[in-house]
């Protein structure tokens, strides 16, 4: 059997927040929300001072608000579905997405 290869990482990709107060180009297909805000400059880096681990127990002080709120990644998935042969079975496969 023979199939075509679609890569979803080169469809245009945005994340944003449950209400669309923060919407930016992601860097990707769906990843971690932090890593794509951190790009935009939304936040600092999230593994460094009180943003992170510290030895002495405080973490994630000031980016917690970004757990608490509901992401969502979207592609128009138009240059995917052109591509496909109406009389093959299609299978989309992605690896790595967390829910």
């Given at each position: 059997?023979?199939?075509?290869i ?5 469809l245009?990709?945005t ?7 923060i919407?930016i180009?992601?860097?990707?297909p ?7 805000l ?5 936040i ?8 992170g681990?510290?030895?002495n ?6 980016q ?13 998935l138009?240059?995917f ?6 009389g093959?079975?299609?299978l ?8």
């Amino acid at each position: 059997a023979s199939a075509a290869i679609f890569d979803v990482a080169n469809l245009d990709w945005t994340l944003k927040n449950q209400n669309g107060s923060i919407q930016i180009p992601a860097s990707g297909p769906p990843s971690q929300a932090h890593l794509d805000l951190l790009k935009a400059g939304i936040i600092t880096e999230p593994l460094l001072g009180i943003n992170g681990l510290e030895s002495n127990g405080l973490t994630d002080f000031t980016q917690r608000w970004i757990v608490n709120d509901n992401w969502t990644y979207t592609a128009d998935l138009g240059p995917f579905t052109r591509s496909l042969d109406a009389g093959q079975t299609t299978l989309l496969v992605l690896y790595g997405i967390d829910t």
